[in-house]
């Protein structure tokens, strides 16, 4: 993908911002400002990494709910080189579901840069036959895209209850393509993982979603089922990302809708190790028996 993106970066640089944006993903990160929540939204080549801030013109809704249910409406203070802040009064310590839309915007791509597109997003066989047929007949490839990004926070206690879990995640906004996780506990490592994808809250099936993390360049495809469910058990403690994007034709032009997720996965829990009680030598080590 940093192929097609360095490529693609160059040449949108004339085009513009706005068509610069549809070559990357956009996501959701947690800041650090004391006595408030705050919320980045940035753009860039491969999470984690931030490349620019999305404008604050380009915001068509933002929210989040809390653990009690309450929607909240983040206020973003000013374009940022990187991210876009978006802040929130304190909320009592308690967990928060949250997401962001981006108004549409319209591009038009080189047929050496939607080959590689495609391959990244792991576009399926129909918009690939559909693309050679529009390519053949000399049609260029023109773009609607959207996106959506969403992001969950849990407290540094981590204590939720398995109700306010639930009601974090059935707080879907109805976007265009989400990606929401499931379940009534907190996402830790060595444990699976149950996500849904939804197109304005339907399941959409045969979705390629890429799991990635701020751990490792090497990313883990899955496929959402009959039911739009992704099951899969986070490998290690980290900042993860899902992401897709799904195609659909439209007469001659594309529209397109990008989706991530973020989240954090905590270590599992251990219990302390019993204490040794054997005796010790002049080295501190225990004593064989």
């Known amino acids: 993908m940093k192929k097609f993106l360095a490529a693609a970066a160059a040449a949108l640089l004339i085009a513009g911002a706005a068509a610069d944006a549809a070559a990357h993903d956009t996501w959701l990160a947690r800041g650090a400002e004391p006595g408030r929540v705050q919320l980045l939204l940035s753009t860039g080549n491969r999470f984690p990494i931030a490349e620019f801030a999305p404008p604050v013109s380009s915001i068509e809704r933002a929210g989040c709910t809390d653990a009690s249910g309450a929607v909240h409406n983040p206020n973003p203070v000013g374009d940022a080189t990187a991210a876009l802040r978006l802040v929130l009064a304190p909320r009592d310590g308690q967990a928060l579901a949250c997401h962001v839309q981006l108004v549409p915007f319209d591009i038009e791509l080189t047929p050496q840069l939607v080959e590689v597109y495609l391959r990244e997003i792991r576009a399926p066989d129909s ?163």
């Open 127 to 289: 918009v690939r036959s559909a693309w050679e047929q529009m390519r053949k007949a000399g049609k260029p490839w023109r773009e609607r895209y959207v996106k959506f990004a969403r992001i969950e926070l849990a407290t540094a206690a981590g204590d939720e209850s398995p109700a306010q879990w639930r009601t974090l995640r059935e707080a879907t906004p109805g976007a265009p393509l989400e990606i929401v996780p499931g379940g009534t506990a907190p996402l830790q490592a060595g444990r699976e993982a149950v996500f849904r994808v939804l197109a304005s809250g339907r399941p959409v099936r045969d979705v390629p979603v890429e799991l990635v993390s701020d751990r490792s360049p090497v990313g883990v495809w899955l496929r959402s089922d009959a039911d739009g469910l992704l099951r899969v058990t986070i490998p290690f403690a980290a900042d993860w990302l899902l992401r897709a994007t799904v195609l659909d034709l439209a007469g001659d032009a594309w529209n397109s809708r990008f989706a991530t997720f973020a989240f954090t996965a905590r270590a599992p829990y251990a219990a302390p190790a019993a204490a040794d009680s054997r005796p010790r030598n002049a080295m501190g080590f225990a004593a064989r028996p």
